[in-house]
């Protein structure tokens, strides 16, 4: 069993940066991915980017070159820093994982937070 819990959301202007966090617990180890996802009520979730236990990272169209995700194992905490924020960027974050694979390209994740809500104001 995995518990995963998100912090770092709040109100932020367009342009600005916010960082989230994802508190993790349980068993993460071996082969595994790690993801942060979000969602606008109304439209389909999406895949911001994830992360393999190899390192390896990935990031949704829309915001390469802009956010940053990151792990620190010693910490067990997932990281997303977001840059240049835009109002399109408005949505609740979560962070998931799924354990014995490193095929991270999917919604298919069996652990999640809760969620974090950000919001970009104009």
């Known amino acids: 069993q995995v518990h995963l819990v998100e912090s770092g959301g709040g109100s932020v202007q367009a342009g600005g940066s916010l960082r989230l966090s994802c508190e993790y617990s349980g068993d993460v180890y071996g082969q595994y991915c790690m993801a942060w996802f979000r969602q606008v009520p109304g439209q389909e979730r999406e895949m911001v980017a994830a992360?393999?236990?190899?390192?390896?990272?990935d990031y949704g169209d829309s915001v390469k070159g802009r956010f940053t995700v990151s792990q620190d194992k010693a910490k067990h905490t997932l990281s997303l820093q977001m840059n240049s924020l835009k109002l399109e960027d408005t949505a609740l974050y979560s962070c998931?994982?799924?354990?014995?694979?490193?095929?991270?390209?999917?919604?298919?994740?069996?652990?999640w937070g809760q969620g974090t809500q950000v919001t970009v104001l104009s």
């Open positions: 992360i393999d236990s190899d390192g390896f990272k």
């Open positions: 998931a994982t799924e354990k014995f694979t490193t095929y991270c390209l999917t919604d298919d994740y069996t652990f």
